[in-house]
Each structure stands twice: as C-alpha cells, then as structure tokens.
C-alpha cells in the first residue's frame, strides 16, 4: 500500500507555462515533505522540502505548497523551461518512523520549446 | 573527486548467481542508504545504515545483505539472485542529525538478472 502517491505518471507543458506535479499522501504523522528531480543516467538530486508547520516553501523558480487536511503537496515551476524536463519524486518521512524517506512513483515532466 | 560513487554502472547476472553492488562515498556521511527503482513504485527503501557497523532492514530487505565496516562504503549483496530483482539501484548518503535531510545519491547501477 503505497503511502506516497503520484497520480499522474507524465506531464507535458510548453517552455514559459507553470507545471504543477501533484503528490498525495495518506500517513498523517508524515512531518516532513521533500521533492527530488532525476535526469536520466544519473541519480536524484534535491530540489525542494518543506516542514508540515509551513503551507508555503519557495525557491527561484520552484514553490512548494503544503495543504496537511487535504494530505495534498504540490511542486508549482515558474516559468518553465525545457531543462526541467525529468522524473520529479516526492519523498515524505516521519519523525517517529525514524525520519526514512517514502518516495512516490515519480512524475516525468517535458517542457517543449 | 569527492562525492558517491557506485560501481559496476551496468551488470548483468543469471538466477541464483550471487551478486555485489558497491557504493563509496568521501563525505564521511554517517547515514547511507540503499534503494531501488521500478517503475510505478518509486524508490524503495532496501537496507540503511547509521554508522559503521550499525545496519537495519527498509521497505524491501528480502534477498539482500548489507554490511558496512568502514564509515565511506556499503555494499549491497543479491545472495542468489533473482529476476525479480531486475533493477536500478541507487546507494545514498547523507550528514549525521536526521536521516531526511538532502539525500545524495550516486549515479546508480542497473542490474539485470536474466
């Protein structure tokens, strides 16, 4: 039973357009959320994270948003560009658990030029 | 080069063949991590380790040894592989105080178990 969940395998968007990668979770004591992205060939590197005491998270370009009723996360890109084109993970641990990570199925992302 | 490195890139194998993936890493990270990737299930949690000599089972441990004698390496084990464990593996690491924080992983190793 997966406890991190990427409902949309793939997304298309055009160069310059937001892209919205979607995650939902269903373990209530995660306290942590961390989005990585991955090229091919090469392992995932961190992007972004966020704290469940904040609904907010932005960096750049990237903004993550938090909704802990909904047990909904998403990662918004403004604007995008072609070299965000990859697989997008979400991750979520919980202090109690040890703080192991629990990655989603991932999300592949292409920005057309 | 600093960093995490994981070797063979590639390596192909036979059913019940035993098999050793190697994961090395300059940062004197004390927590290092072993996954895998398969389609629709994401990364999964194999075997962690918090220090040297100091291992414990992830999501998915069966069929998988790990030890760790040295704080820079952690190498994973297929006792007797299987196809089930055709794969990406990725080791990681990361600083001591939290196991969440800003995983680095290596460039992984794609096993195939014919």
């Known amino acids: 039973d997966q406890q991190v969940k990427q409902n949309s395998p793939s997304l298309s968007v055009q160069e310059g357009r937001i892209s919205i990668l979607n995650c939902d979770y269903t373990n209530s004591m995660f306290d942590y959320f961390l989005w990585y992205k991955k090229y091919p060939a090469e392992g995932p590197t961190f992007l972004i994270s966020i704290s469940s005491i904040k609904d907010k998270n932005e960096d750049g370009r990237f903004t993550v948003f938090l909704n802990k009723s909904a047990k909904h996360l998403s990662l918004h890109i403004v604007p995008s560009q072609p070299g965000d084109s990859a697989v997008y993970f979400c991750?979520?641990?919980?202090?109690?658990?040890?703080?192991?990570?629990?990655f989603g199925g991932g999300t592949r992302l292409m920005v057309k030029p | 080069d600093a960093g995490i490195t994981q070797s063979p890139r590639y390596k192909i194998t036979e059913t019940g063949r035993q098999v050793t993936l190697m994961c090395h890493q300059t940062?004197?990270?004390?927590?290092m991590f072993w996954y895998r990737q398969d389609l629709g299930h994401g990364l999964r949690l194999i075997y962690y380790s918090a220090a040297a000599d100091i291992t414990d089972k992830g999501e998915v441990p069966d069929g998988y040894v790990v030890s760790r004698s040295k704080t820079e390496n952690f190498p994973l084990t297929l006792e007797s592989a299987t196809r089930s464990q055709t794969s990406v593996y990725f080791c990681?690491?990361?600083?001591?105080?939290?196991?969440?924080?800003?995983?680095?992983f290596g460039s992984g190793t794609q096993l195939s178990v014919l």
């Open positions: 940062w004197s990270h004390s927590y």
């Open positions: 991750a979520a641990s919980a202090y109690n658990a040890g703080n192991m990570l629990t």
């Open positions: 990681a690491s990361t600083s001591a105080g939290t196991a969440n924080e800003k995983l680095f």
